[in-house]
């Protein structure tokens, strides 16, 4: 439902025959009122790459226990580009938070339990990571850019870089 929509429908609601019923106005404006502030929050979309001149995608799938939603090999055609790594990309579904660090928490759950052994078949493979991160906002309120010490820990053990793109919408 969009905003335009829900203007529409409570506008309708308020004239139709002259009557006014108050009760479905209020819950009318209630739903507005929601569907305001997640149209304005901060949307966050994190993508977990691991990438090297070579090594086995499927073996480090078992180690982290999650299947790529991408994948390639150094040399494979990709749909603009030949791929000059080998890479193992897992998208995470997009959060709504004004902290940017809340989008490492799926990723957190997954790695924390296996994270010795993760970080030694990266460093036995020459392997890097990145985390990308994709924030879409408006410009009030800015979205947080902070990260813990167990946060940069992490990036650090997963030989990682941060990658973050801000888009600013009106």
């Known amino acids: 439902m969009s905003l335009h929509f829900a203007k529409v429908l409570i506008a309708r609601r308020a004239t139709t025959f002259g009557k006014v019923d108050f009760s479905e106005i209020i819950d009318l404006l209630a739903i507005y009122f929601c569907l305001t502030i997640i149209f304005k929050m901060t949307r966050i979309k994190l993508t977990f ?30 749909k603009f580009r030949v791929s000059t790594d080998t890479f193992w990309k897992y998208s995470f579904k997009d959060i709504i938070s004004l902290y940017v660090e809340d989008s490492l928490k799926p990723l957190e759950k997954i790695v924390t339990p296996r994270i010795e052994e993760i970080a030694s078949f990266m460093q036995k493979n020459n392997l890097k990571s990145i985390m990308r991160f994709k924030v879409e906002t408006n410009k009030e309120p800015a979205p947080a850019i902070a990260f ?6 992490l990036l650090s053990k997963l030989n990682s870089s941060i990658d973050l793109d801000l888009y600013i919408y009106d």
């Open 49 to 78: 790459i691991v990438y090297g001149d070579m090594f086995d995608i499927d073996e480090f799938s078992k180690i982290i226990n999650i299947s790529p939603t991408e994948f390639a090999y150094k040399g494979d055609k990709l």
């Open 148 to 153: 813990e010490s167990n946060t940069i820990n």
